[in-house]
């Protein structure tokens, strides 16, 4: 079936699911993926920073955003993983640079683990490979996610404003949300999204094991030569820039960039900062600096 193409992106359906992505750009293709709980949306500044001299794909996640929503909820993200890799076939794209955020790190992780050979580059920001930074403090309010029942009625009486009290711990700067971008951000709640949601919250979609594994397939890919950058928002009171040291340590070669006044939001907060980084991290890594 032909690519459906609308304002901001387009539709395309890959093996009977029906995906989004935004697109522009000419040139070695670039992958951005995004995390829990936003979509390609994430990147829209960004993108067209790299477009410049790129063609640049931001999809929508299976379960995210606008694609389709499994009725079972979330894919794990080895599925999701080979969902993606899918989509690339698709798309026409043999081999590309990843860039991923939160939870899409762990997606590019998978994709790099079965798919070495289609990775050229791969930028990591603000994530983590330790289960307990995933699973939230005892008190979060998605902790009642977990229990049957309370947790469809709790999603049920989720409202726009909510959604915005928890982004807001996310960002330095408040004043870059405002409400068409929360209105953009809360669109998948009323797509579907919720289901993925909660079934990510009652069955992981990764597991310890899982995130020792990928990063250890990271460290190992950073040795053998594929060029690594690490980005963060060193304010990000989730996933610590320590761990982004850490990573980075293990890897002669790899780049670091902190940047000191943004959050876990990274590509909302300083998106042009990014794309620019990025866009000299694929052109000449070594013109960025390393861990000091």
């Known amino acids: 079936m032909a690519e459906v193409r609308t304002a901001d992106g387009a539709f395309v359906y890959v ?3 029906r995906w989004f992505f935004r697109e522009s750009g000419e040139g070695e293709p670039v992958v951005l993926l995004h995390g829990i709980p936003t979509s390609s949306f994430l990147w829209r500044k960004v993108l067209p920073v790299l477009a410049r001299e790129r063609r640049v794909i931001a999809p929508d996640l299976l379960g995210f955003g606008r694609s389709d929503k499994p009725r079972h909820g979330a894919e794990t993200v080895a599925q999701l993983a080979e969902r993606l890799s899918a989509l690339l076939d698709r798309l ?12 899409g ?11 070495p050979d289609r990775v050229t580059h791969l930028v990591v920001t603000n994530t983590s490979f330790r289960i307990e930074r995933w699973r939230g403090g005892s008190l979060s309010p998605l902790q009642l996610l977990r229990i049957p029942v309370l947790g469809e009625i709790a999603l049920a009486l989720a409202r726009p404003w909510m959604l915005a009290a928890a982004l807001r711990r996310y960002l330095n700067d408040q004043s870059v949300l405002d409400r068409a971008m929360l209105a953009r951000y809360w669109e998948p709640f009323e797509l579907g999204y919720r289901r993925t949601l909660i079934r990510s919250m009652r069955v992981p979609p990764f597991s310890a094991d899982d995130l020792a594994r990928w990063r250890a397939t990271l460290v190992e890919r950073g040795r053998g030569g ?3 950058l690490l980005a963060w928002g060193a304010r990000d009171p989730q996933f610590g820039v320590d761990e982004a040291r850490e990573l980075a340590s293990a890897i002669p070669g790899a780049r670091f960039l902190s940047f000191q006044q943004a959050s876990h939001f990274l590509p909302e907060e300083r998106p042009r900062a990014l794309g620019r980084v990025i866009a000299v991290f694929l052109e ?4 960025l600096p390393g861990l000091v």
């Open 15 to 17: 093996e009977g699911w």
């Open 284 to 287: 000449r890594p070594a013109a």
């Open 226 to 228: 594929l060029p690594l």
């Open 92 to 103: 026409r794209v043999e081999r590309c640079a990843l860039v991923g955020h939160d939870f």
């Open 105 to 115: 790190v762990l997606v590019a992780a998978a994709l790099v683990e079965r798919w």
